[in-house]
């Protein structure tokens, strides 16, 4: 049935992409994704090493790190349906951190997980390190460790062009909203906004299928997903107000291994100072006409 939806959905927003191709308006050609050949080559730490981490040395006997990803999400975290190549901001910060750990970029092996699942994922060792839009935040450290923040996004709306009513999170009133299960953006409006009509899914493209489909009258996540989903299809969707939330995005590793955490926040830190995450993001989140926030300090936390 996920599956079905998914399917649908990815086909909708295809079969858009293509057809603003086409008839693409004088003077504002289509939108393009990243480039393989515009994207960085990260060195990598041949000699690294970190014992003291279970989960670095688990990929070690095995040769290469498994990393959770999104793969819906235009500019972040986005699958070739063709060849099952993932790109964009998020891909290129784990290729990094990869990088950083010792591990060929090339080599990483991405599990597609959704919003909903990415704690269970962490915590069964289903993967090594999860980077995927995911906002930290004290509920979840609970029960998961956070690498960084590595950018700094915000809550926002997404609707379509011939929306005039819908300027703000207070216009929501009665409106059908369609989020993420397992989100912040959806628990923030389930608490925040208990008038709006809040839907849920399992991704956000389901949502914007929704949204195309006129089955909801809003979407609403951070506002780089939106803006990804938006520079898509620019004639049919539109982020409109100003971002409501602060949503620090950081690299998710199991709960007990500080070691791995603590060499992320390490490699976060070298590879915005040398230049690595900047570029990284003018050929990815900046292709969809994003300007980059400036990167947040890093958390470095306490071992708890
Ligand atoms: N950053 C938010 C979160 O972690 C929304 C995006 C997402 O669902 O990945 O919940």
Redesign the pocket.
């Known amino acids: 049935m996920v599956r079905t939806k998914r399917t649908l959905a990815a086909l909708v927003l295809t079969a858009l992409a293509v057809l603003t191709a086409a008839c693409g308006k004088e003077g504002s050609p289509p939108v393009k994704g990243p480039q393989p050949d515009e994207l960085p080559v990260y060195r990598v730490a041949a000699q690294f090493q970190l014992p003291s981490s279970s989960t670095w040395s688990k990929a070690k006997r095995r040769g290469h790190l498994v990393v959770g990803a ?1 793969e819906d999400q235009p500019y972040m975290g986005e699958k070739d349906p063709a060849t099952g190549v993932y790109s964009g901001f998020d891909i290129e910060i784990a290729k990094m951190m990869s990088a950083s750990l010792g591990f060929d970029p090339k080599t990483i092996e991405f599990k597609t997980i959704a ?1 909903a699942n990415r704690e269970t994922a962490l915590q069964n060792g289903q993967i090594d390190y999860y980077v ?4 930290i935040n004290d509920n979840r450290k609970k029960l998961v460790g956070f690498g960084g923040p590595y950018y700094l ?1 915000g809550q926002g709306l997404l609707v379509r062009t011939d929306e005039n009513d819908i300027n703000g999170p207070k216009d929501l009133d009665g409106k059908r909203v369609c989020s ?1 299960a397992g ?3 959806y628990q923030r409006i389930q608490s925040d906004y208990p008038k709006a009509e809040l839907v849920a899914y399992d991704t956000y493209s389901i949502c914007v299928d929704n949204l195309l489909t006129y089955q909801v009258d809003a979407v609403t ?2 506002d780089t ?1 939106l803006s990804g989903y938006a520079a898509k299809v620019p004639d049919e969707l539109k982020v409109v107000g100003k971002p409501f939330s602060a ?1 620090p ?1 950081g690299i998710g590793v199991p709960k007990s291994d500080n070691a791995l955490r603590f060499a992320l926040d390490d490699a976060i830190a070298l590879r915005e100072k040398n230049g690595d995450w900047q570029q990284a993001y003018d050929a990815t989140l900046g292709l969809s006409g994003r300007k980059a926030a400036p990167a947040p300090p890093i958390d470095r936390y306490p071992a708890s």
């Open positions: 999104k919003s995927g839009t995911y906002t996004a993420a989100s912040t953006p996540t951070d997903i949503e995005y």
